[in-house]
């Protein structure tokens, strides 16, 4: 009972940091994305550098658009878009997996002028999105350009059977974090043996 005890604390305590380092729910997750101007290419978004030269450049303008996927479900509150173009005019989208619910993020400041956005999204626990989606329109006459994409969320447990007990529900998330972190790692990885092939 008392090792039982300790051991509930310990996984409380573990999974409560993982959650403070992993606050972008964003990071090291997969992007898609409607053109790009090798090398630069989507995932520049989520790698965890805000700063030139690990930027998402499409390749043309108009009707541009990358689509993160979040993987898990997870309730989005704000998405903060850094280092786009000063011109570039941008929407915001969540979709749930099946693609029915749609809900539009709205920018808390005036876009043109100004290369860091924060858009507020009302999401909700019902309404959990897998997929964040920044598009601009057809009339747009500059390339989409975008160094970073942090998504302020957080993890949502669907199932009814995750919450089981206290302590199923706390493995659930320390087991979700781990697995972020880990193709969090993967990803870097790859980066790397990608810089040093080129
Ligand atoms: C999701 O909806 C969009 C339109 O909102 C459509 O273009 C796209 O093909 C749909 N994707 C799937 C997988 O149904
Ligand atoms: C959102 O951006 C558009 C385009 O720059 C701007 O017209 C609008 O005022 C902005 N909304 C807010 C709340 O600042
Ligand atoms: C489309 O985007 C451009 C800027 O890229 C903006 O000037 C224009 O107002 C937008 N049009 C619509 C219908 O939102």
Redesign the pocket.
């Known amino acids: 009972m008392g090792v039982f005890t300790i051991l509930t604390v310990f996984v409380v305590v573990s999974s409560f940091s993982v959650l403070n380092v992993l606050a972008n729910v964003a990071l090291g997750k997969m992007v898609r994305e409607s053109s790009s101007a090798a090398p630069f290419n989507s995932y520049l978004v989520v790698d965890g550098m805000n700063s030139a030269p690990y930027c998402y450049k499409s390749q043309t303008s108009g009707s541009q658009w990358i689509q993160i996927d979040l993987i898990w479900l997870h309730q989005v509150d704000y998405v903060r878009v850094f280092g786009k173009l000063s011109t570039n005019?941008l929407n915001v989208k969540l979709t749930s997996p099946n693609n029915l619910t749609n809900i539009v993020c709205?920018?808390?400041?005036?876009?043109?002028g100004s290369i860091n956005v924060v858009f507020q999204c009302s999401d909700s626990p019902e309404h959990s999105s897998k997929y964040v989606t920044i598009y601009q329109n057809s009339t747009s006459t500059d390339i989409m350009n975008i160094c970073e994409v942090v998504v302020d969320g957080q993890w949502v447990l669907r199932s009814p059977l995750n919450f089981a007990s206290d302590g199923e529900v706390v493995r659930e998330v320390a087991s979700a974090r781990e697995q972020d972190m880990e193709i969090y790692e993967k990803r870097k990885g790859h980066e790397q043996l990608d810089e040093q092939q080129s």
Request: negative net charge.
């Open positions: 005019i709205s920018n808390q400041t005036d876009q043109a």
